[in-house]
């Protein structure tokens, strides 16, 4: 049997769509990438949604939204250790600097009792990260930014479809950010979506994802119809609105073949996140015969998880390596991903921040330990099952 990590569905009506912006000749970001901002708000439940590029241009694009609010280049922003590098790249790539809280091994997510040691003069968001689709501590998270002043900018990249207290991820916090990459459950093939309730951060974010233009119109004439722009000289005589750059921005917008993709899969999406959310949860209640060795994430009543995929950490008392359970797992077929580093410590790139081993001790065990399999839409309960018997066979011969 072959468990592979990941899987995309490319439905009848993406191909229809591709097919037509094709022969329309229209692809840069037009009428299909409107419309899937429209149904990605609507199924997050919040006003707003803007397409970018990638998972990691959602995050600094978001974050780079507080320069409009008094922000300065090197001001701070609080995001958990353990997360992949992505997190901690657009921090830095909008500008500011991350400041590391180590996380909770039992949760994957930031340990909210370390957060406001971590505030300080300089620190303008959180950045909470829903590992592995579990809700961050967001009562909590958001209460400390209340307190503090704070906006908080959920990473909700592995996060579709997880609700926190009856409310989605992505509508927790000032701002969501998630990632439409082909691993996860919403997916553009490459893409990223922020999504807020606030529609002055949608404008700021429009100009940002096109070059800080000043140009914020959910769709642009131009692009879509090649029609007349009648604000294009609105500042005046021989001033084109296309070429005012407003802000230091990004080019990320998303273009019409990735928001076919997208919106093709949003017609499937309940049927997609119901299996994969099968699967995880039947691969969690059956994990508890794995304690003490291995453990995974566990499902609180006032939640669901979005079934990203299974996070395993291999624990202190396991007489085995990970490499060994990865070789087996790998052997028998089923694909194994590492479940990331702690960024401040374990990513060199971040090195020259200063920090060193044992700062973050829970995200540098799960640095060494952890790691993530698929349970993804083309999955099913057979192919749970083979993953659950061949960990049973390997704990066996290394008991
Ligand atoms: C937690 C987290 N943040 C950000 C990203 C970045 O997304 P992308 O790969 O679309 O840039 C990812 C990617 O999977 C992620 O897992």
């Given at each position: 049997m072959k468990i592979p990590f990941g899987t995309i569905t490319v439905t009848e009506k993406s191909k229809e769509l591709i097919g037509r912006a094709l022969a329309a000749n229209r692809?840069?970001?037009?009428k299909y990438v409107r419309e899937f901002e429209n149904e990605f708000a609507e199924l997050v439940g919040v006003k707003e949604a803007v397409a970018v590029g990638s998972g990691t241009d959602a995050d600094a694009l978001a974050v780079a939204v507080l320069h409009d609010y008094?922000?300065?280049?090197g001001d701070e922003v609080i995001i958990p250790s353990?997360?992949?590098?992505a997190t901690g790249n657009a921090i830095l790539q909008a500008g500011f600097t991350p400041v590391f809280v180590d996380v909770d091994r039992?949760?994957?997510?930031?340990?909210?009792?370390?957060i406001e040691k971590a505030v300080t003069q300089k620190t303008k968001a959180i950045m909470p990260v829903h590992l592995m689709g579990k809700p961050a501590d967001m009562d909590t998270i958001n209460a400390i930014a209340k307190k503090h002043n704070l906006l908080v900018i959920e990473d909700a990249a592995e996060a579709h479809g997880a609700v926190y207290k009856g409310r989605n991820a992505g509508s927790l916090g000032d701002m969501g950010a998630f990632s439409l990459y082909v691993a996860h459950i919403i997916s553009t093939v490459e893409g990223g979506i922020v999504t807020t309730n606030n529609p002055d951060f949608a404008e700021v974010l429009r100009s940002l994802r096109s070059h800080g233009r000043a140009c914020k119109c959910e769709s642009c004439v131009l692009n879509t119809a090649s029609a007349y722009c009648a604000k294009r000289f609105r500042y005046g005589e021989n001033e084109d609105i296309r070429f005012i750059f407003e802000r230091i921005g990004f080019s990320s917008k998303m273009n019409e073949l990735e928001a076919a993709v997208g919106l093709g899969n949003l017609e499937v999406y309940d049927a997609i996140l119901n299996k994969r959310r099968e699967n995880l949860y039947y691969l969690i209640e059956n994990?508890?015969?794995?304690v003490p060795c291995l453990v995974t994430i566990k499902k609180e009543t006032y939640e669901e998880i979005g079934p990203h995929a299974l996070p395993i950490i291999i624990q202190?008392?396991?007489?085995?390596?990970r490499t060994q359970l990865v070789n087996y797992l790998e052997k028998s077929g089923i694909d194994t991903r590492t479940l990331f580093s702690s960024m401040p410590t374990q990513c060199h790139g971040f090195g020259y921040l200063g920090h060193k081993i044992g700062d973050f001790p829970n995200a540098e065990y799960i640095g060494e330990n952890g790691i993530h399999i698929g349970v993804h839409q083309d999955l099913g309960r057979q192919e749970c099952d083979f993953i659950l018997n061949t960990i049973e066979k390997f704990l066996q011969n290394h008991a």
């Open positions: 692809l840069s970001s037009g008094g922000a300065q280049r353990l997360s992949f590098v039992k949760t994957l997510n930031i340990d909210t009792a370390k994990f508890e015969r794995f202190e008392k396991a007489k085995f390596t």
